[in-house]
């Protein structure tokens, strides 16, 4: 892309998408391609040892933009939009990929959220806990027009589990 035509495409991400209503988590038919036995895996995993990790979504990055989970692992990802315009974190793959427990937001928590896409506001957070269950590479990326052509995209791999030493 030529550095001009690059320009009016961010001033266009800039301005036209900001005048839009607030974009709203998306959920998804828990029939449709996700992990089953959500209740009881998020029952099973040991809550205490799960990992707490941190994402930042700004103008127009991911950081960082690589996340790696362990499968069979729980874990606490907060999802914090220090930037200053709405974003969305978006992975069909990882979301088919995990057992959901909650969805922290500031007006409440969704228990076992079945997700497609989830949206922030300038200056907002949310807390996704999960359990990793499938192992595999997924895609990530803000859903906000052109923001992914900008570099707004990253990478979540689920490693499987090292068979146990002794
Ligand atoms: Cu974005």
Not at 33 to 42: E, L, N, P, Q
Request: aromatic letters at 10%.
């Amino acid at each position: 892309m030529k550095k001009r035509q690059r320009a009016v495409l961010v001033a266009l991400a800039l301005v036209g998408v900001a005048g839009c209503a607030p974009a709203r988590d998306v959920f998804g038919d828990p029939k449709a391609g996700y992990v089953g036995d959500v209740a009881a895996r998020v029952a099973a995993a040991d809550w205490s040892s799960a990992e707490t990790l941190t994402i930042a979504l700004s103008e127009f990055a991911f950081s960082p933009d690589r996340l790696t989970f362990q499968e069979g692992a729980p874990y606490r990802l907060s999802i914090e939009n220090g930037g200053e315009r709405a974003h969305s974190f978006v992975s069909e793959g990882f979301f088919e990929a995990i057992a959901a427990r909650k969805l922290t937001t500031p007006s409440g928590a969704v228990e076992h959220p079945y997700l497609k896409s989830i949206a922030f506001s300038p200056g907002e957070a949310k807390e996704l806990h999960f359990v990793a269950v499938k192992p595999g590479t997924y895609e990530l990326e803000c859903t906000v027009p052109l923001h992914a052509t900008f570099g707004m995209t990253g990478k979540i791999r689920i490693e499987r589990e090292a068979p146990a030493t002794r």
